[in-house]
């Protein structure tokens, strides 16, 4: 996928949703405040965020966990829940009409299913 | 390195310490039961427990740093100050005469040299 800007060039009010990948890049993402910053004003906004495999780890450091339920890849479960989520093991978990999160790519049926939904509404 | 020992092979007290080292090693290690347990037995058995970068991921999911000092890789921070731990940001943390963390490549001197300390006593 071609980026086409970068985190400088980019405001929240700009996009109708957030989608988190998994992989290894959250973790990079993570340690750069400038991601975890947007990430935040996503979740603060109420505006959809899509988060799946290690994707939530994004949202432990914008500290936007607490009290939501989630899920995500078995690996990040425990982080997950001492972060303050109620973590379901689910293929898909929604949570307030905005936050929509799963554990594998296995589940990505289920996940673009529910993402899709919110877009649409 | 040479694995010479497979995770059903070896027992906590065949062992003088644990090294858990980084990059994403641990976020697969930390998926298995077996690693958890693992390294959930050697933190119970006070014997020294060496961690850098991402290695501090299996303490989390071991529930192992409650009230601990530790430190480790800037994108796992959040994840270890959820667990409990009391997170310092210096080149290497040593608790209560067990535990060793350090946070990046670089601290490795540093690293080395409080975990040979240990092995020493």
Do not use: W
């Not at 985190?7 to 989608?19: G, T």
């Not at 004003?41 to 899509?50: I, L, N, T």
């Not at 425990?78 to 898909?92: I, Q, R």
Request: overall charge negative; charged content about 30%.
């Amino acid at each position: 996928m071609k980026i086409d800007k970068g985190i400088e060039d980019v405001n929240v009010s700009e996009f109708d949703a957030l989608l988190l990948t998994g992989g290894y890049s959250p973790d990079r993402l993570r340690a750069d405040d400038r991601f975890v910053e947007f990430t935040k004003e996503f979740m603060d906004s109420k505006k959809p965020v899509f988060a799946i495999c290690h994707g939530p780890q994004l949202l432990i450091s914008a500290k936007a966990l607490k009290g939501r339920d989630a899920t995500g890849f078995k690996s990040i479960q425990p982080d997950l829940e001492y972060a303050g989520a109620n973590v379901h093991d689910k293929e898909v978990v929604v949570c307030q009409n905005q936050l929509v999160t799963s554990g594998t790519p296995d589940d990505i049926p289920a996940f673009n299913r529910e993402s899709l939904k919110l877009l649409a509404e």
